[in-house]
C-alpha cells in the first residue's frame, strides 16, 4: 500500500507560480514512476506530466510544455511538480500517482495508487 498526499495548491494570478508536492509512504518510492494528473469542473481527468524512477526521463502534456517542470528526490520520498507562468485555463484539482513498475506513462489505469488531490486556481 502506498500513500500519496498532494500539497502546494492555492490561489495564484494569472502568470504567477506554485510549486506542488507528493509526498510518498513506502520505502521503495526510488523504484515508482509518478505522474502528475489533473481535472478541471466539468472536465475528465488529463494528464500533465511525469517521471520515471530515476528522474531521468520526464514527458509533459503539448499544454504545459515549456512552463511546467517534474522533479523527485528520492531521498525525501517526494516529487514535485513546479508550475509557471500559469493561465486561467490550468486552474484544476491535481493529482499526483505512482506507477510500481516504474515506468513512466501518460496512461492513467497504468497507475497503482493516487492522492486525494491539491486545487490550483489561477485568477485572470
Known amino acids: 500500500q502506498v500513500q500519496l498526499v498532494e500539497s502546494g495548491g492555492g490561489l495564484v494570478q494569472a502568470g504567477g507560480s506554485l510549486r506542488l508536492s507528493c509526498a510518498a509512504s513506502?520505502?521503495?518510492?526510488?523504484?515508482?514512476?509518478v505522474g502528475w494528473f489533473r481535472q478541471a469542473p466539468g472536465s475528465e481527468r488529463e494528464f500533465v506530466a511525469t517521471?520515471?524512477?530515476?528522474?531521468?526521463?520526464?514527458y509533459f502534456a503539448d499544454s504545459v510544455k515549456g512552463r511546467f517542470t517534474i522533479s523527485r528526490d528520492n531521498a525525501k520520498n517526494t516529487a514535485y511538480l513546479r508550475m509557471n507562468n500559469l493561465k486561467p485555463e490550468d486552474t484544476a484539482v491535481y493529482y499526483c500517482?505512482?506507477?510500481?513498475?516504474?515506468?513512466?506513462?501518460?496512461?492513467?489505469?497504468?497507475?497503482?495508487?493516487w492522492g486525494q488531490g491539491t486545487q490550483v486556481t489561477v485568477s485572470s
Open positions: 500517482a505512482v506507477d510500481l513498475h516504474g515506468i513512466p506513462t501518460m496512461v492513467e489505469y497504468e497507475y497503482d495508487y
Open positions: 513506502g520505502r521503495t518510492f526510488s523504484s515508482y514512476a
Open positions: 517521471i520515471n524512477a530515476s528522474g531521468g526521463t520526464t
